[in-house]
């Protein structure tokens, strides 16, 4: 799921939850502006969720039958 994001967007993540870079500095390093670099992370967690919530319920729905 992570792999489907674009490669931007997994690297902003992964610096920002777990190297406690904040939007400022990734979007600094990127030529990028804060809003769009934070637009970039609630899209992508937003994204992560969405199939994270649809493999959940393809599961379930297997353990049915």
Do not use: C
């Amino acid at each position: 799921v992570f792999s489907d994001l674009p490669k931007l967007r997994q690297e902003e993540l992964v610096l920002n939850l777990f190297f406690g870079y904040n939007d400022k500095k990734f979007a600094d390093m990127n030529g990028k502006s804060r809003t769009t670099v934070n637009y970039w992370k609630i899209a992508a967690l937003k994204q992560l969720r969405k199939e994270m919530e649809r493999l959940e319920h393809e599961e379930q729905e297997a353990d049915t039958f």
